[in-house]
């Protein structure tokens, strides 16, 4: 999993990482983690559909490293590694304790 940040604000966690370089003929290609000038996650997005119904899901979405270009319309971010699982552990522990709970012993 990865964190995002954009500009210097906590963007969102995406769950896949492309790393991209822009090609000869101006597309998107995947590359070594080396020689990327970017990257493209998935991240949380929430729109409202023709019902007028809010749908969560997550959106692909493309940012350009720090010192990097690619296109030059993409907004810089950085990446950095974590734990799914010692994220959640650590949010189930908030909500515990915010609900009253906590280790009985």
């Known amino acids: 999993m990865y ?5 210097g604000a906590f963007a969102g966690y995406s769950d ?3 790393y991209i370089k822009v090609a000869g003929n101006g597309a998107y290609v995947p590359c070594d ?3 990327a000038a970017g990257v493209c996650v998935k991240l949380p997005y929430e ?5 007028g119904n809010t749908v969560k899901t997550v959106e692909d979405i493309v940012f350009h490293f720090p010192g990097r270009e690619l296109l030059g319309m993409e907004q810089e971010a950085t990446l950095e590694e974590t734990s ?4 959640l552990g650590e949010a189930e522990e908030v909500v515990n304790i915010l ?6 012993e």
């Open 33 to 35: 983690p080396a020689e």
């Open 47 to 51: 729109h409202t559909d023709e019902d």
């Open 16 to 18: 896949t990482a492309t």
């Open 99 to 104: 609900l009253g709970g906590g280790d009985e």
């Open 3 to 7: 964190k995002v940040t954009v500009e």
């Open 84 to 87: 799914g699982p010692l994220l």
